[in-house]
C-alpha cells in the first residue's frame, strides 16, 4: 500500500487488525519517508528505529496468536521531545540536555506504550517549549510541509508538521499558551487540548528533570489527521494519575445532543478589537460556522464571554511566571528589579511580558481570582450553548521570524505588521480558563495554507469538543496532505 501515509490511525489500526498491515511494515514505510524527506521539514529529530522494529515485530507476533496489547496494539507512533522516553534522548530542544536519556518514561508515554504504541521517535519544539516558533540549537528549525518557508508553530511545531508530512499517524503534544492548537491550525492536522487534569503530566519538560508538580494551565493530549484518533487518543491517556487512582476514577460524560449535529447549539466569537484577523482567516472561519448551521445546527453570534485583552491578562499573569520558574536566582533578581519601573499607558509587550515574570504570590492568587471569574462567566455561556467557536491565530501559517525573540518578532497581517506575541491572545487567553479544545483543519487559504478553528466546550466534555471537530472533518472534507507530501517515497 502506497497510501498508507496519509490514513488516520484508526483506519491504520482496523488494517492491522484485518491481517493487511503488520506493524513492521507500517513502521518501515513511516521511516522511508523520513529519510526520503531528508531533514527539509526536519520534524521528527531523534529516532529509536532498532528497538521500535524489535516492539513492532513483537506486537505483529502477539497478533498472530490473538493477543491484544490495547487499543493502540503495533501503532508506530512519535512524541514531543518535551516528554521524557526512557532510553531515548529528551532535550526540550535545550542544548544543556542534548545527552539527557531518562530512565523512566512521562506517564503519558507509558499510557501509549501500554495501550500498545511502538515508540519509534521524537518530533521538534522550540527549547523548553517556549515559543510559536519551532527552532533550537540542537536540532534547528522545522519547516511547514504545506510551505517550507513558513513556520509550523510551537510549541508541538515537529508535532504536527511530522503528521501533515505523513511521517507519523499519531502524537503526543503539549500546551499551555495553544501550543498544541497552533501547530495544528497552521498545518492543517487535528489537536485536542483536554480539559486541565486529566491527562498526567509528570515527565514532561519544563518542568526540570524529575519535577513532580503539575504546573497551572499546562496539558499533554493527542494530535492527529482525524477527528477519530483524537477520541481514541483522549480515551488512552485520561484518567487520574497513579497516586489518585485509588480514590477516584474519570468518567468524562457523553457528547453533548447526543453528538448530532442538527439542533447542536453553537456559539460564535470571532470579533475582538485586536488583535485584527486577516482576512483570509476569517472568511474560514466563517464557512465553517455556516457549514454547521447549514447542517442543521443553531449557529449563534455572542459578544465576548470576557474581553479579549482580559484573557490574555489573565495568560500573561498566570503562564509567564511557570515559563520563567527555572531561571537563575541572579537573572530573576535583574528581571524583577526591571519590572519596578512606572507602569505606561501604552507598554509594549517586552515590559508587559517582564512584568508578569516578577509576578509576586498575592499577584498571582489576584491573577487566579480574576480566572475563576471569567471560568464562571464562560459557564454561563455554556447554560445555553454546547460549544463556542473562536479562531486559533490570526493568521495562517506565516513565514519563519528572523527574530528569535518572540517578544520582539513580528507578524504580517494583511499588509500590517503587528506583535508575534499578540497572536497568543485567542489561544493562550482560553487556555487559562482550563477548558478542552479541539481544533480541526477547515478548508485552506487562497494561497493554499491551512485553517483551524477552537471549538471549545464545557469543562469536563472533552467529547464533546471532539464531536463537533467530527461535525466539521465531515462537512468540509477534514485533513487533506500537503501536495509536496501527499505521494509515497519512490522506491
Known sequence: MTDLHVLSATELLAL???????????????????????????????????????????????????????PLHGLPMTVKDAFETEGLVTTSGAPELRAHVPTRDADAVARL????????????????????????????????????DRA?????????????????????????????????????VFGLKPTWGIVPIRGHIPGPPGSLATADVGVAGPMARSAADLALGLEVLAGPAAADAVAWRLELPPPRNGGAVEGLRVAV????????????????LDVAADALADAGARVTAVPAPVPLDELRASWERLVLPISTAGLPDDVFASFAQAAEAPVADDEPVAMRALRAVALRHRDW??????????????????EQHDVLLAPVMPTAAPRHG????ITVREVDVDGELRPAMEGLDWAGGIGTLLLPVAVPPIGRTPDGLPVGVQVVAPHLHDRTAVAVAGHLERLLGGFVPPPAYATAPAG
Open 16 to 70: 492491522m487488525g484485518a491481517g493487511r498491515l503488520t506493524s513492521v511494515e507500517l513502521l518501515d514505510h513511516l521511516v522511508a519517508r523520513i529519510e526520503a524527506d531528508a531533514g527539509a521539514v526536519n520534524a521528527i529529530v531523534a529516532l529509536d528505529v532498532d528497538r521500535a522494529r524489535t516492539r513492532a515485530a513483537e506486537a505483529d507476533a502477539a497478533r498472530a496468536r490473538g493477543e491484544s496489547w490495547g
Open 113 to 148: 506504550r501500554a495501550a500498545g504504541a511502538v515508540i519509534f521517535g521524537k518530533t521538534n519544539l522550540p527549547i523548553y517549549a517556549g515559543d510559536v516558533e519551532t527552532f533550537n540549537e540542537v536540532y534547528g528549525r522545522t519547516n511547514n510541509p504545506w510551505a517550507l
Open 152 to 188: 509550523v508553530g510551537g510549541s508541538s511545531g515537529g508535532a504536527a508538521a511530522a503528521l501533515a508530512a505523513g511521517q507519523t499517524p499519531l502524537e503526543l503534544g503539549s500546551d499551555i499558551g495553544g501550543s498544541i492548537r497552533n501547530p495544528a491550525h497552521y498545518c492543517g
Open 269 to 284: 466569537w470571532f470579533d475582538a478589537p485586536a488583535p485584527p484577523l486577516a482576512v483570509d482567516v476569517r472568511a474560514r
Open 365 to 382: 492568587l489576584r491573577a487566579d481570582e480574576r480566572r475563576q471569574r471569567h471560568r464562571h462567566r464562560f459557564a454561563e455561556l455554556f
Open 402 to 405: 528572523d527574530a528569535h525573540d
